[in-house]
């Protein structure tokens, strides 16, 4: 079975800090996809990134980066220079890529992060 | 719309009822994705539709649980004989096409209903 663990329940930063959510993921498949979602004091989720197994390069969006490794099985997630409108739940999550495409979809407890300003 | 849009934002009903929990995806989306949020189960993915057809219904807690899209568009959630344990944030989402198929697409989500189950 696969499982997505973000042993971090709750980070605090002070404002225009570096912070790392960390995300560790177990799956017996060769092709899986993992992805990143935000969910703001709001409530509303909002869709961050999506990353294939067989695509280890990392990402950067802004001050949004991603570091993938396949050989820690990890996608570890990176907000540079944080801001108070970062301060939300984050939430990791692993999906199959069986026959029906996107299915059996995992997702971790989430992040709190609360960035102080 | 401009956004994905459900119906409706809360529903309380009593232990037993059926419920019938309402998507409309933002217009042209092909694939369409229901999830649902509590407390005691956090994020759960429940069913994703590439069009009208659901590859994969395993993700339903149970067969009380039956979800159907139809013309492409709104899909509907349906729940038979509530259980408390129902209880929880409806999310649904959707997305030009399947997101596994387009590196760049985004998912987007709307509001939610919240069941509540007495």
């Known amino acids: 079975a696969q499982k997505v663990t973000q042993a971090q329940t709750e980070i605090s930063v002070v404002e225009k800090e570096d912070v790392t959510l960390d995300c560790v993921y177990e799956?017996?498949?060769?092709?899986?996809?993992l992805f990143w979602y935000k969910q703001p004091p709001s409530g509303e989720l909002v869709f961050l990134i999506r990353?294939?197994?067989?695509?280890?390069q990392n990402e950067i969006s802004g001050r949004y980066s991603w570091n993938f490794q396949k050989s820690t099985s990890s996608f570890n997630f990176t907000i540079t220079a944080s801001q108070v409108v970062d301060s939300a739940v984050y939430f990791c999550?692993?999906?199959?890529?069986?026959?029906?495409?996107?299915?059996?979809?995992?997702f971790g407890t989430g992040t709190k992060l609360q960035v102080i300003p | 719309g401009a956004g994905v849009s459900q119906s409706p934002s809360n529903k309380v009903t009593e232990k037993g009822k059926d419920v019938e929990l309402r998507c409309d995806p933002i217009?042209?989306?092909?694939?369409l994705y229901w999830y649902r949020q509590s407390l005691g189960q956090g994020l759960e993915f429940l069913i994703y539709?590439?069009?009208?057809?659901?590859?994969?219904k395993s993700g339903l807690p149970s067969d009380r649980f039956s979800a159907e899209r139809t013309g492409g568009s709104v899909s509907t959630l349906t729940i038979q004989r509530t259980q408390q344990e129902d209880s929880a944030v409806y999310l649904c989402?959707?997305?030009?096409?399947?997101?596994?198929?387009?590196?760049?697409?985004?998912?987007?989500f709307g509001p939610g209903t919240r069941l509540t189950v007495l």
């Open positions: 990353r294939n197994s067989f695509d280890e």
């Open positions: 999550a692993l999906s199959e890529a069986g026959s029906g495409g996107y299915q059996k979809v995992t």
């Open positions: 989402a959707s997305s030009l096409v399947p997101l596994i198929l387009a590196p760049t697409d985004t998912q987007y």
């Open positions: 539709f590439q069009g009208n057809s659901a590859p994969d």
């Open positions: 799956t017996r498949d060769t092709t899986y996809y």
């Open positions: 217009s042209g989306h092909t694939a």
